[in-house]
Structure formats: C-alpha cells, structure tokens
C-alpha cells in the first residue's frame, strides 16, 4: 500500500495558490478578453471581436470614444498581408498586429481618426488589437509581446488559454 503524506499547513497554502493561479488564467481567457503579455507585464481589455468580413469592415468606425481598456479584437482565418484605415473612424486607434501564435508583431501607434491612408500591418497577420491611441506605449507593449485570447488556440499558441477557457464563436 501506499504511504500518507500529511498536508500542513505550507502544502494548503502552496495548492492554494495553484488553484487561484489556475482560476486568474481561465477567468482571463474569455471570448470578450484579450490580455497581452510581455516584458511591462500584462495588461487585459475587453474586446468586441471582429471574426468575419462585415464586422471587420465595420471596425470601430463611429464609435466616438472607448475605455482605457476596451477594444476591438480582429481574428482572420489564416495568416496573411493586411491594412487598415481610419474613414469613418472618430478616435485615434493603437494597432497591434500579431502572427498565427499570438505574437506581436508590428505596433502602428496613434492612427490618425479619418484619414484614408492604407496602414500596413505586415505579411502573416491573424490578428489585431484595436486600442484608444497611445495605449501601447503607456502600457509598454512591444513587438515580441504575446496576445491570449480563446481564438489564438491549438497548440502552437505562445500563450494558450487554459483547457476549459471559453472557446469561440463558430462562424
């Protein structure tokens, strides 16, 4: 037969934190989160998420203002060349443009509201996180920093949520 161990009151404490760790990480990776994480820290907002062609064409266009930590999460289906512009779009917009794993790859800061000119994210973009206008450079965000959020998934996510994270909206 196996031996007891006895749990004092260190082994409480330490499965304690583990749970809690557990739960912060699952309660973050939820379909209206994205949280992005690197080298300042980590930083979460709530996201409307753009994930077929009219509601990334809509974009945050008209929107007239947005929480410090609010934003638009735009998911394509595979990596590929974007760009994006500001018509119709009322505020200044940080762009963060991230690969297939979730990593930033590109930061196109304080986009100018109205203006039409094409903003180039770069080749193999899967997503962007749209942010009021100087978010990234507050925060610290950089390129090499990493997106979580239940549509960055599988296996080759730099930060996968948790099994059991909300998982998204089939489209």
């Known amino acids: 037969m196996g031996q007891r161990v006895a749990a004092g009151p260190l082994s409480g404490a330490i499965l304690g934190a ?4 557990a739960t ?23 996201v409307e998420v753009a994930d077929d062609a009219p509601s990334r064409a809509q974009g945050l266009m008209h929107v007239e ?18 760009a994006f512009w500001m018509e119709n779009t009322l505020i200044p917009l940080d762009m963060i443009f991230a690969g297939a794993d979730g990593t930033v790859t590109r930061i ?27 978010t990234a450079a507050r925060l610290g965000i950089a390129p090499g920093d990493v997106l979580q959020h239940p549509a960055i998934g599988g296996e080759g996510a730099a930060a996968p949520c948790p099994p059991g994270a909300d998982q998204p909206a089939s489209r």
Request: proline letters at 7%; glycine letters at 12%; one cysteine or more.
């Open 24 to 46: 912060a990480a699952a309660a973050e990776c939820r379909e209206d989160r994205v949280t992005v994480l690197g080298g300042f820290g980590r930083a979460a907002f709530t």
């Open 108 to 134: 196109h800061e304080n986009a100018i509201p109205l203006d039409r000119t094409p903003i180039p994210g770069g080749e193999d973009v899967q997503f962007v996180l749209e942010v009021n206008g100087g």
């Open 65 to 82: 203002s947005l929480g410090p930590y609010e934003g638009m999460l735009f998911v394509y289906d595979a990596p590929q060349s974007v």
């Open 18 to 21: 583990l749970l809690a760790a």
